[in-house]
Nanobody, 129 residues
Framework: VQLQASGGGLVQAGGSLRLSCDAS????????IAWFRQAPGNEREWVSC????????NYRDSVKGRFTISSDSAKNTVHLQMNSLKPEDTAVYYC???????????????????????WGQGTQVTVSS
């Protein structure tokens, strides 16, 4: 069962969007949920992550101070609030669970793409200049 990402759209630079990731139908154990993004011609990169256990968060440097990840445990949903958007934030955004934890590491500490999945269709975010 894939996670469902939604909330993307077209916004001007400096604007905001709120993405949602519905994990309500995902029943397997997992350690965290993360957002990744992929721009045309680029590799899929990690954006932000939130631990299922303690709610700890992590962000890539380029979005720190602009993006906020949060979880609604009652609805099993994770949100990504994106403010002060830049054209370089344009990408398809995906959410996925961390289903593998490296020995000695904490959830979200080293968000490698290979440790996350399954991958749904994502949601397109386009930021115009």
């Amino acid at each position: 069962v894939q996670l469902q990402a939604s909330g993307g759209g077209l916004v001007q630079a400096g604007g905001s969007l709120r993405l949602s990731c519905d994990a309500s139908r995902f029943t397997a154990d997992y350690y965290a949920i993360a957002w990744f993004r992929q721009a045309p011609g680029n590799e899929r990169e990690w954006v932000s992550c939130i631990s299922k256990g303690d709610g700890g968060t992590n962000y890539r440097d380029s979005v720190k101070g602009r993006f906020t990840i949060s979880s609604d445990s009652a609805k099993n949903t994770v949100h990504l609030q994106m403010n002060s958007l830049k054209p370089e934030d344009t990408a398809v955004y995906y959410c996925a669970v961390q289903n593998r934890l490296r020995i000695g590491s904490l959830p979200c500490q080293f968000p490698l793409k290979v440790d996350f999945g399954p991958w749904g269709q994502g949601t397109q975010v386009t930021v115009s200049s």
